[in-house]
């Protein structure tokens, strides 16, 4: 049986994407990227704040590092 694939919206695309340009300044920052990940997943609410509140992704890794 054929899984469907899920269409994600435009937003969530682009969230997701902001996402993964975080993951790379945390690793700039000197996280792993596994470290950076598994952050990324256990604060994903406040990274989606922050997004939202029209952060770019190096201010939010930054504030995630401070």
């Not at 704040?49 to 401070?66: I, N, S, V």
């Amino acid at each position: 049986m054929a899984k469907k694939k899920e269409e994600l919206d435009p937003e969530t695309l682009e969230l997701i994407n902001w996402c993964i340009e975080v993951e790379g300044f945390l690793v700039k920052g000197g996280a792993t990227q596994q470290e950076a990940q598994d952050h990324i997943e256990e604060q994903v609410e406040w990274f989606t704040d922050q997004f939202y509140d029209g952060l770019t992704p190096e201010e939010a890794a930054k504030e995630a590092l401070a």
